[in-house]
């Protein structure tokens, strides 16, 4: 079993940044894709960002220039730095872990608004 577990969330004024972590424990390792998500009241869960085992990254358009993912194999641990926040980045931001099985935190908010 993996359990991932968010924080960092919090209000932020448009412009902002915020740094969330994700901490993950049990039976992980460096071959997982990692991988943040959001979901906004009424919108399905999107990708937001993700890094693969070998460090390959991929990003949503919409924050594309503005997040960046990192991972930190020795303290299993995946951040997301999110820069030039936009109130069109509030949501429920979820951890994702994937071998062959998909793992999910359970979620971190992320308020962004003046």
């Known amino acids: 079993q993996v359990q991932l577990v968010e924080s960092g969330g919090g209000l932020v004024q448009p412009g902002g940044s915020l740094r969330l972590s994700c901490a993950a424990s049990?039976?992980?390792?460096?071959?997982?894709?990692m991988g943040w998500y959001r979901q906004a009241p009424g919108n399905e869960r999107e990708l937001v960002a993700q890094?693969?085992?070998?460090?390959?990254?991929n990003y949503a358009d919409s924050v594309k220039g503005r997040f960046i993912i990192s991972r930190d194999n020795a303290k299993k641990t995946v951040y997301l730095q999110m820069n030039s926040l936009k109130p069109e980045d509030t949501a429920i931001y979820y951890c994702?872990?994937?071998?062959?099985?998909?793992?999910w935190g359970q979620g971190t908010l992320v308020t962004v608004s003046s």
């Open positions: 994702h872990a994937k071998l062959v099985r998909d793992f």
């Open positions: 049990g039976s992980i390792s460096s071959v997982y894709t």
């Open positions: 890094i693969t085992g070998g460090l390959s990254t």
